[in-house]
């Protein structure tokens, strides 16, 4: 399989750099008061946080990745992410603080990453095609790995979608954020249904293993969170308790195949 151009790894620099500030204004509280919106409770801060450290991963391995097969499952994923995160922006603009750097910042990100992304994918598949190599070497992904991407995929969907349209979220959601947070916040198991898809279907684990890894470093943070800081949430509903299950079964299920897979 051809090399990779170079410009996908000036698109992921370029654009984990920029997301990097996002990070950095929801940790540190000097900074917190020029976040592009009013995020209004610190459960969805910590969310946040996981899901952009995650993104960060993404364009660490895209930045180290050597052929388009070992990241070709990331474009339908990160388009409708983007799409999402754009469409909180046009439609409760009026909710966004303008006259921050961090909001201009933030229009620029999600207008700029999907296009510029999406230039880069033809000439990928193109330089793949020519070769005559259609996929990396390598066993396939074993069915019971298979087995839970999918699961993860439909709770994923299943949860992203009740947040972002606000159906029965109070016994889907730990906590209710505000309409902004929450239609940012599903953005993150919205991608991963899709890109939990991609890995299942992957033609081989070569071109699979990094995403499951990253999938698994999500899924840490966002189990580890919610331990480390239980005292921000409500363990006394059941919907926590559960919501708190699901992350740490998931968790524990994806790396059970991900050592399988050996």
């Known amino acids: 399989m051809p090399t990779l151009s170079p410009e996908w790894a000036y698109w992921a620099l370029f654009n984990g750099i920029l997301g990097s500030g996002l990070v950095f204004a929801l940790v540190i509280p000097a900074l917190?008061?020029?976040?592009p919106w009013t995020v209004e409770h610190t459960q969805s801060g910590i969310f946040l946080v996981t899901g952009f450290l995650m993104r960060g991963a993404i364009f660490g391995h895209i930045v180290l990745a050597d052929t388009w097969g070992e990241i070709r499952w990331i474009v339908?994923?990160?388009?409708?992410?983007?799409?999402?995160?754009?469409a909180?922006?046009?439609v409760y603009g009026d909710l966004f603080h303008w006259n921050r750097l961090l909001a201009i910042l933030w229009l620029v990100l999600y207008l700029e990453e999907p296009v510029w992304m999406l230039t880069l994918v033809p000439d990928s598949r193109a330089a793949v095609a020519a070769s005559g190599v259609s996929m990396l070497p390598g066993d396939p992904i074993n069915p019971f790995l298979q087995g839970v991407l999918w699961i993860q995929a439909a709770v994923m969907i299943v949860a992203g979608i009740a947040l972002l349209f606000k159906i029965r979220t109070t016994a889907i959601w730990p906590w209710q954020p505000d309409i902004v947070s929450a239609i940012v916040i599903s953005g993150f198991p919205i991608g991963w249904a899709f890109w939990a898809v991609a890995l299942a279907n992957a033609p081989s684990w070569p071109e699979a293993s990094a995403g499951v890894l990253i999938d698994l470093l999500w899924l840490a943070l966002v189990f580890a969170s919610l331990l480390?800081?239980?005292?921000?949430?409500?363990?006394?509903?059941?919907?926590?308790?559960?919501f708190t299950a699901v992350s740490g079964l998931l968790l524990a299920l994806i790396l059970a195949g991900y050592l399988v897979q050996g």
């Open 32 to 35: 917190r008061k020029q976040y």
């Open 88 to 90: 909180a922006s046009m």
């Open 76 to 86: 339908l994923g990160t388009s409708i992410y983007g799409l999402i995160l754009l």
């Open 228 to 242: 480390i800081f239980r005292s921000r949430f409500d363990f006394s509903r059941p919907v926590t308790r559960v």
